[in-house]
């Protein structure tokens, strides 16, 4: 059964516990972090002191963490104390991807590898048996309220094809630009987790609750 998270980058700042509550009230699946550190990404986002708030104020509440960063082992240290659920690195991020995905293992946390809309699916042939889930990227990384690239169906249905040849089961997370118009096309295609931000759950009529709710019926309906 396909499920969803959302992006607390594109929430109020000034209301994030509001949102999340919304958004848990909506169905929402868990909550997906953004962290940028202005190189990877020309952006900065959210930090691991929100990750640690949401944490204790949320233990039940499932949590994914997306490193937008140019040396993620920096943050390897806040990452194991942590333990989010899921944590994403960008395939072109580090050159030991690898060895970043195997420690994060270690420590409890189901690894992924980001990849950008220009990187060909080829590249991850090496640690496709290594991963928890690949999260693909629908628009280019780092900014809020791009549309989805029309591309990304065929890429989630050739990773779910894949996966079926192989006998393979990681999960495929959608990122970017989800509306409520694809995001049963993202679901038939293959997809099993998308991440709703602010073209459908953050900042629409009838607020964070109804927004979740109706992204939920869509993707139940498909």
């Known amino acids: 059964m396909a499920s969803f998270t959302v992006t607390l980058a594109c929430a109020d700042p000034l209301r994030l516990a509001e949102d999340i509550e919304e958004a ?16 990877y990404v020309p952006n900065l986002c ?20 997306h490193m937008m960063v ?9 990452l194991k104390r942590l333990r989010p659920e899921r944590a994403a690195v960008h395939l072109d991020s580090t050159p030991f991807v690898y060895r970043f995905l195997c420690q994060m293992k270690e420590a409890g946390i189901r690894p992924g590898v980001a990849l950008n809309p220009s990187q060909p699916l080829e590249l991850l042939s090496e640690l496709i048996r290594r991963v928890d889930y690949v999260l693909l ?6 900014f809020s309220g791009q549309h ?12 779910d094809d894949w996966r079926r040849r192989e006998g393979l089961d990681f999960h495929i997370m959608v ?7 694809n995001a049963g096309l993202c679901i038939e295609a293959g997809a099993d987790i998308l991440v709703g931000g602010a073209l459908v759950c ?19 309906q498909s």
Request: proline residues 4%; aromatic residues 6%.
């Open 24 to 39: 848990r009230a909506g169905g929402v699946g868990g909550v997906h972090i953004d962290i940028m550190d202005g190189r």
């Open 46 to 65: 959210m930090n691991f002191a929100q990750v640690e708030a949401i944490k204790e104020a949320y233990p039940s509440l499932a949590m994914d963490v």
């Open 70 to 78: 140019e040396d993620p082992f920096r943050w390897k240290e806040e």
């Open 137 to 142: 990227m629908a628009v280019e990384p780092g």
């Open 148 to 159: 989805m690239l029309p591309e990304t169906y065929r890429r989630i249905a050739a990773l």
């Open 175 to 181: 990122d970017g630009g989800v509306d409520l118009e």
């Open 202 to 220: 953050f900042g629409q009529e009838g607020g964070v609750r109804e927004s979740c709710k109706c992204l939920k019926r869509r993707i139940d």
